[in-house]
């Protein structure tokens, strides 16, 4: 299934996405209410895909599919290209940021370059939305704590990200954590790791790579966060960019005011923004 948060003036709503239409789920709670309740409410909303109120795909706005995730972290230096050309060693323990929750921004909104901070460069991700609440998940059971994924743009300011040792401000400027442009549903997605995505620039391709080439897992990225934190539903996991973002192209390129940034990931559809000025 491809579950989406949306609005068609009024208040924001949860819908299933089918072919070119959004279908209401008449749900009342929140994507995260939705997700927590998800063994409850899976067959209701299956009925609603076909029963549901209906609106053309392009006459809703899509906001991101969890407009306020608890929690955001995101994983850097994950793909050996990627720590290639940031001219970086392969890290021993996995290197874990947070992106703030004001971040997120709609799949197809505006990304700001804001006034204080110019060097805006993307980074396409898989995007993994937790399911069920869990600490101290084994690898194995790492699965079954996944409710869907998502491609999401882990935009980043690169002077504020570098200036310091840590990434958090860099990563965290409003609209910087775009993602969507609907939660697939893991049972939809036989093998998260072999998932081809790639990053355009102005129809230009940047990254091309697969999921198959990350360093650290999925499953013991999970591992590995809920040793500290209790993950929970709806928090998101940015899992790491591969190689060919614009700081390590020669010369640099960083995002104008204009360009056009589309992010597309196997099975899971693409998520494209125009970068503008903050006002
Ligand atoms: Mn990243």
């Known amino acids: 299934m491809k579950l989406v948060t949306f609005e068609r003036g009024g208040t924001p709503q949860t819908g299933v996405v089918v072919g070119d239409h959004v279908f209401a789920t ?37 906001l991101a599919p969890v407009p306020r995730p608890g929690k955001i972290f995101a994983i850097g230096l994950n793909y050996a290209d990627h720590i290639a050309e940031s001219k970086m060693e392969t890290p021993q323990h996995q290197v874990w940021f947070t992106k703030a929750a004001s971040a997120v921004n709609g799949p197809f909104d505006p990304i700001l370059i804001a006034r204080a901070g110019q060097y805006v460069d993307y980074e396409v991700e898989l995007a993994v939305v937790i399911g069920k609440r869990g600490r101290n998940i084994a690898k194995a059971d790492a699965p079954s704590h996944v409710f869907g994924y998502c491609v999401g743009n882990d ?121 503008a000025a903050e006002e």
Request: proline share 4%; with cysteine; net charge negative.
């Open 26 to 62: 008449g749900f009342a709670g929140s994507m995260i209410d939705l997700i927590a309740a998800w063994d409850d409410l899976r067959g209701k909303i299956e009925t609603a895909a076909t029963k549901g109120e209906r609106h053309a795909l392009a006459s809703v706005h899509l």
């Open 155 to 275: 935009v980043s300011e690169r002077m504020w990200q570098h200036r310091t040792a840590q990434w958090s401000l860099g990563k965290s400027f409003d609209t910087h954590a775009p993602f969507g442009p609907w939660i697939t549903t893991a049972d939809e997605i036989a093998d998260p790791h072999a998932l081809g995505l790639r990053c355009f620039v102005n129809g230009q391709k940047r990254q091309d790579s697969s999921t198959r080439h990350l360093v650290f897992d999925i499953w013991q990225q999970i591992e590995h966060l809920s040793q500290a934190m209790t993950l929970e539903p709806g928090d998101l996991i940015f899992t790491g960019t591969p190689g060919g973002v614009g700081a390590a192209m020669e010369p640099r390129q960083f995002l104008k005011p204009g360009d056009v940034v589309r992010c597309e990931i196997d099975a899971l559809g693409a998520i494209e923004a125009k970068m």
